[in-house]
């Protein structure tokens, strides 16, 4: 007992905790900030607004020989609200609390051109409302919008607009794709400035941005349009949810090699994420260069890395979590010796103190008693 509350002991185990509490702690705030800064949920909880339910992003990324038409988007959609309707998830009335939002991409490669210069460019052609799902931190200008009437609206982000005119404020200004005229209705912070698996990835890309209204494609190409991305922000009552509403859309059971579909809500989880890289121990970069399958655009592979990472570091913090519980437990073995100690000073206090009134209490009776004797004697012998 004396070993274990030994107060060197003590105050190196103490300092110890403090070291391995402020680790677990720095670690589960250095995961939370990667996965805050490549996920899309955050643009689930703005749509949410004060729905009872909580909502995800659910994203669909297909392989470039599998991509989607018009057509087949527009049937998707169709497929998920009736998927929600059988759910008895009513989005379509005016009066319903609950609704959705979704958008679909193409991405291909282009040159841009203004009065000065040119560079190279990933063209993001776009439908639906991209930038709700997308909410790029804008510094000029405004979004573009499913109800534009004219097509020849674009967005760039900040490396395209520095590289094109040497400045950020180009809300106004033209520039060409191909032959085809672009008007800028705003420009976006380029988001890999946030993360930095985000920028490698971007970088990767060796092109800048631009975002055009996907029914302008056949003014910048002479292919028809078609699209390896759709994202769909939906109700989700119950964690995954809305992540099997698309999945049977799709009518598949799992992610396949053409086909890909991740939940906001549950594709950062790094117990789940553990058992992916785990199944893929032989080939753990397969993980993130799933890529090679589908068309993946460069902030879906930077989640997969953050993805990566987590997972390593939540391995770690559970074997961190090892010494923490068994200092946990000496600490309660120790307050239980020390109630223990302290219970037996204060019994063995007070029964000092009983003790030593008993003791007084006899004097004092004692005392009286042999006062009180030879005083009646006295009296006898008179």
Known sequence: MKKLLNKKAMLIIGAAD????GAFAGIVLH?????????LQRAADEWAGNSPYPYSVVSVYYEALKAMNISEIYSLRKSIESKLSEKGVDILSEDSDESYVDCWYGISD??????RTKGEIKIFSVGGDYFAVHPYKL??????SPDDINIDKAVIDDVTSWKLFGAIDTAGMTFRIGDAEFYITGVIEAPHKKNSDMKIFYDEMEASCVYIPFQADSAVSEQASSFTGYDIILPDKITGFAHGIVMDALGIKENTASVT????????????NWQIIRNNSKDISSYVSRSKRSVFPFYKLAANSVDLKCAILYKFLVLLLVPIVISFCYWLVALYLSIIRLKKAIVGKVSGKIEARKL??????HKKTTLIKPQADTRRNS
């Open 18 to 21: 403090i070291l391995l509490i």
């Open 31 to 39: 995961m939370a900030a990667m996965v805050r800064s490549v996920s």
């Open 110 to 115: 282009g040159m841009a051109y203004s009065d």
């Open 139 to 144: 510094l000029s200008g405004c979004y573009i």
């Open 261 to 272: 579909c991740s939940d906001s809500r549950i594709m950062h989880d790094p117990s789940i």
């Open 360 to 365: 007084e209490n006899y004097y004092k009776t």
